[in-house]
């Protein structure tokens, strides 16, 4: 026979994403909920890829280590 009151309270919640959409869920949780990205706006789930400027620290790290190249040979 299952324990009567020890189980949290299960309500249901708004999940708000800074996107602008957002969804009902359940949770434990008390008020909404709000998150900087969600299922409708992250990259793995859009297939669009944000493009990172990676060159840039290329560069900057051949230019650190190119001083010190000269010197080790």
Known sequence: MPKAGIHPNYNEIR???ACGSNFATRSTH???????????????????????DTAGRVERFRRKY???EPAAK
């Open 15 to 17: 999940v708000m994403c």
């Open 66 to 68: 190119a001083k010190a």
């Open 30 to 52: 008390k008020g909404d909920i709000h998150v900087e990205i969600c299922s409708s706006c992250h990259p793995f789930f859009t297939g669009k890829q944000k493009l990172v």
